[in-house]
C-alpha cells in the first residue's frame, strides 16, 4: 500500500478494519495477522474510534476544528490525513467511495460482544482468514 494525496482521503469514508479492547480508557487493537494487542496513543485512538464507515475524513477534520474556540490549530488537517493514512498502512483503518456499516464485531468492542456471535459473523464474513467479503 502507498500514501494517498490529501484531497483524495477528505472525500473518502473510513473504516475500523480491527477488532479493539477498552482497557479503562486506552484502546488494544487485536492484532489480525500474529498474536497478541498493539497499543495507541491519543490521537491516533480518537481516529480509530471515530472510523465508523458512516463519515468522511473531512467531516472528522471538520469537526476535530470545531473543538477549538479560534479556530483549529495550524496543520490539524494535515496531522489528521496523515495520520488516517498511517493508520491506514498498518491495516487498522479501511478507506473507501460509499458509506458502510460496520459489522458487529468492529462496530462494540470485543469485551461486550457476545463471542459466538461474533465468531459466526466473522467466520460467514471471511474475516478470521484475512480475506473479508
Known amino acids: 500500500?502507498?500514501?494517498i494525496?490529501?484531497?483524495d482521503i477528505d472525500s473518502k469514508y473510513f473504516s475500523r478494519n480491527v477488532r479493539y479492547v477498552m482497557l479503562k480508557d486506552k484502546v488494544a487493537l487485536v492484532e489480525r495477522d500474529r498474536p497478541g494487542m498493539a497499543t495507541i496513543d491519543?490521537?491516533?485512538q480518537l481516529v480509530f474510534l471515530s472510523a465508523d464507515g458512516e463519515h468522511k475524513v473531512s467531516e472528522l477534520i471538520a469537526a476535530l476544528g470545531s473543538q477549538y474556540q479560534d479556530g483549529a490549530p495550524k496543520g490539524l488537517a494535515e496531522?489528521?490525513?496523515?495520520l488516517v493514512n498511517d493508520l491506514r498502512l498498518r491495516g487498522y483503518l479501511t478507506l473507501h467511495d460509499q458509506k458502510r456499516t460496520l459489522p458487529y464485531y468492529l462496530a462494540v468492542p470485543v469485551?461486550?460482544?457476545?463471542?459466538?456471535r461474533a465468531k459466526a459473523l466473522m467466520k460467514a464474513d471471511g474475516f478470521l482468514n484475512g480475506t473479508p467479503k
Do not use: V
Not at 496531522?79 to 496523515?82: E, I, K, L, N
Open 1 to 3: 500500500m502507498t500514501a
Open 5 to 7: 494525496a490529501a484531497d
Open 42 to 44: 491519543e490521537w491516533a
Open 79 to 82: 496531522q489528521t490525513r496523515a
Open 111 to 116: 469485551e461486550q460482544q457476545d463471542k459466538e
